[in-house]
């Protein structure tokens, strides 16, 4: 076998060997609880404006079908960051968060990529079983975590610093954002740590609720049981909502979702203000969805569409093209491959997921359905 055709024939491995200097930057911007759909790119701007989640979809490609690992903060977030399932980790509720892994067994993304010479830094909500107090366990060479009330401003500061600090080498940076979060707050009455999103309009001027609001004929015993449980706490308050009720639910819903997509423009911002835009891979997603009242239900926590579809767009200006995508994406375990895909970096052994690089890239929507997924 020739130079020539080993390269052809090794595609992507042969990317591993590249200098690191040679290398994409990585802007990974995730926020807390948004539905895959809810983003003005998606549903036009009447009554939602996301003018920085729909620059990032105007110079990329958007996954429309990407479900998260689980619809709950620390398992979908451990997944994303580590690339196994939540069965792997044994971490598939809040609760464990506390529970420190095995970083040997399962290292996260800052370990992966900072073996690779990346300058690693988190910004951000953590919620993750990791001590962030330890870089040796989770491989950021710099955590700032939100503020102690959970908020998002300042979070888009720390994340802009490091990435005008360290423009000359690559970097993986990522940005963690609360919002739209504190929707949990609204059917509470408690109060936001961003601030009050404001009195709803007149109920008509709200926008519409979900149309499939009511309760599926063959929900499951399971769900049922959670359904009666969770609406008769403070938890989940809704079992008395009415259509106005939904309506301005969701208005508060997309106020929230406004306000830390101007947060998110000023992460993105410094990246175009530091001239990186062609050397930077920006990837967008969601730990989960809300349902806003489908079938009834508030927040997350089970697998009904709106809680486990999220957003994801991968941009690199002058590689991606614009595009919508239909390949199924699992954004716990395909999220490390395709970022591991841009670096040109090794994956890690034993990650069940696939790269989504080529399909970003527009070389194919290929839906790996399949036997090509590994189990």
């Given at each position: 076998?020739?130079?020539?055709?080993f390269l052809k024939a090794?595609?992507?491995?042969?990317?591993?060997?590249?200098?690191?200097?040679?290398?994409?930057?990585?802007?990974?911007?995730?926020?807390?609880?948004?539905?895959?759909?809810?983003?003005?790119?998606?549903?036009?701007?009447?009554?939602?404006?996301?003018?920085?989640?729909?620059?990032?979809?105007?110079?990329?490609?958007?996954?429309?079908?990407?479900?998260?690992?689980?619809?709950?903060?620390?398992?979908?977030?451990?997944?994303?960051?580590?690339?196994?399932?939540?069965?792997?980790?044994?971490?598939?509720?809040?609760?464990?968060?506390?529970?420190?892994?095995?970083?040997?067994?399962?290292?996260?993304?800052?370990?992966?990529?900072?073996?690779?010479?990346?300058?690693?830094?988190?910004?951000?909500?953590?919620?993750?079983?990791?001590?962030?107090?330890?870089?040796?366990?989770?491989?950021?060479?710099?955590?700032?975590?939100?503020?102690?009330?959970?908020?998002?401003?300042?979070?888009?500061?720390?994340?802009?610093?490091?990435?005008?600090?360290?423009?000359?080498?690559?970097?993986?940076?990522?940005?963690?954002?609360?919002?739209?979060?504190?929707?949990?707050?609204?059917?509470?009455?408690?109060?936001?740590?961003?601030?009050?999103?404001g009195t709803p309009p007149?109920?008509?001027?709200?926008?519409?609720?979900?149309?499939?609001?009511?309760?599926?004929?063959?929900?499951?015993?399971?769900?049922?049981?959670?359904?009666?449980?969770?609406?008769?706490?403070?938890?989940?308050?809704?079992?008395?909502?009415?259509?106005?009720?939904?309506?301005?639910?969701?208005?508060?819903?997309?106020?929230?979702?406004?306000?830390?997509?101007?947060?998110?423009?000023?992460?993105?911002?410094?990246?175009?203000?530091?001239?990186?835009?062609?050397?930077?891979?920006?990837?967008?997603?969601?730990?989960?969805?809300?349902?806003?009242?489908?079938?009834?239900?508030?927040?997350?926590?089970?697998?009904?569409?709106?809680?486990?579809?999220?957003?994801?767009?991968?941009?690199?200006?002058?590689?991606?093209?614009?595009?919508?995508?239909?390949?199924?994406?699992?954004?716990?375990?395909?999220?490390?491959?395709?970022?591991?895909?841009?670096?040109?970096?090794?994956?890690?052994?034993?990650?069940?997921?696939?790269?989504?690089?080529?399909?970003?890239?527009?070389?194919?929507?290929?839906?790996?359905?399949?036997?090509?997924?590994?189990?």
């Open positions: 076998m020739n130079r020539r055709t090794s595609g992507g491995a042969a990317l591993a060997f590249a200098a690191p200097s040679q290398r994409p930057n990585i802007l990974f911007i995730m926020t807390d609880q948004q539905f895959a759909e809810a983003m003005s790119c998606r549903i036009g701007t009447r009554y939602l404006r996301t003018p920085h989640m729909d620059s990032l979809a105007a110079n990329g490609m958007l996954f429309e079908r990407a479900y998260c690992a689980n619809p709950l903060c620390v398992p979908s977030r451990t997944s994303l960051f580590t690339g196994r399932y939540p069965t792997e980790t044994g971490v598939e509720t809040n609760d464990q968060v506390k529970d420190h892994l095995d970083s040997r067994k399962f290292p996260l993304m800052g370990s992966i990529f900072k073996r690779a010479g990346y300058a690693t830094g988190y910004f951000g909500k953590w919620h993750l079983p990791y001590d962030q107090r330890k870089p040796e366990t989770h491989g950021f060479d710099i955590v700032v975590p939100n503020k102690k009330q959970g908020g998002d401003v300042g979070t888009e500061v720390h994340a802009a610093e490091f990435i005008r600090a360290n423009a000359g080498k690559p970097f993986l940076a990522v940005a963690s954002f609360l919002n739209p979060h504190n929707i949990c707050q609204w059917p509470r009455g408690e109060a936001f740590s961003e601030g009050d999103p007149p109920v008509d001027q709200c926008p519409p609720r979900r149309p499939n609001y009511g309760t599926p004929k063959n929900e499951t015993d399971t769900i049922l049981l959670m359904r009666r449980s969770y609406q008769a706490t403070r938890m989940f308050p809704v079992g008395n909502y009415g259509e106005a009720d939904w309506r301005r639910y969701i208005w508060a819903y997309y106020r929230m979702i406004e306000k830390v997509d101007a947060l998110i423009g000023k992460v993105i911002e410094s990246v175009r203000g530091a001239g990186l835009e062609q050397r930077t891979v920006i990837v967008f997603t969601a730990d989960h969805g809300d349902c806003q009242g489908a079938h009834g239900w508030n927040q997350k926590t089970v697998f009904y569409d709106e809680a486990s579809r999220v957003p994801f767009i991968v941009s690199y200006k002058g590689t991606t093209p614009r595009g919508v995508a239909r390949r199924l994406v699992h954004t716990g375990v395909d999220l490390i491959p395709t970022l591991c895909s841009y670096a040109g970096i090794p994956v890690p052994q034993g990650l069940a997921g696939l790269s989504m690089k080529d399909t970003a890239n527009g070389k194919g929507d290929r839906d790996p359905t399949d036997s090509s997924r590994r189990t």
